[in-house]
């Protein structure tokens, strides 16, 4: 039973992403997700997150009106499309899951997850 987040890499200023995050063993359908991301030397943040029905997300005031997450059930997958991506996006990028959660506010992000990703890194060059 696990994540996988994957589609970081290196980007310059003003690019695109998009992250996957692909659950194997279970399925996503009844969870939470949210993405979190870490640079060096500063705390793991919030980014988004996607309610278990897909209709309530909310996004952290940095990336607001840059990144939009989504999720594809049958394909037991969610996605950050992350567009005019800044320097200060660099960081690892993980995502999380956890059980039944419909509306979604910055409170998900302080929530004992059941599943966690291993993290992908996203370097913005400036």
């Known amino acids: 039973l696990q994540l996988q987040a994957s589609g970081g890499g290196l980007v310059q200023a003003g690019g695109s992403l998009r992250l996957s995050c692909a659950a194997s063993?279970?399925?996503?359908?009844?969870?939470?997700i949210g993405w979190f991301r870490q640079a060096p030397g500063k705390e793991r943040e919030g980014v988004s997150c996607i309610s278990t029905t897909g209709g309530s997300t909310y996004y952290a005031d940095s990336v607001k009106g840059r990144f939009t997450i989504s999720r594809d059930n049958a394909k037991n997958t969610v996605y950050l499309q992350m567009n005019n991506l800044k320097h200060e996006d660099t960081a690892v990028y993980y995502c999380?899951?956890?059980?039944?959660?419909?509306?979604?506010?910055?409170?998900?992000?302080?929530?004992?997850?059941?599943?966690w990703g291993k993290g992908t890194q996203v370097t913005v060059s400036s």
């Open positions: 063993g279970f399925t996503l359908y009844y969870y939470g």
């Open positions: 999380a899951a956890d059980l039944y959660h419909y509306d979604m506010g910055a409170t998900f992000f302080s929530y004992d997850m059941d599943y």
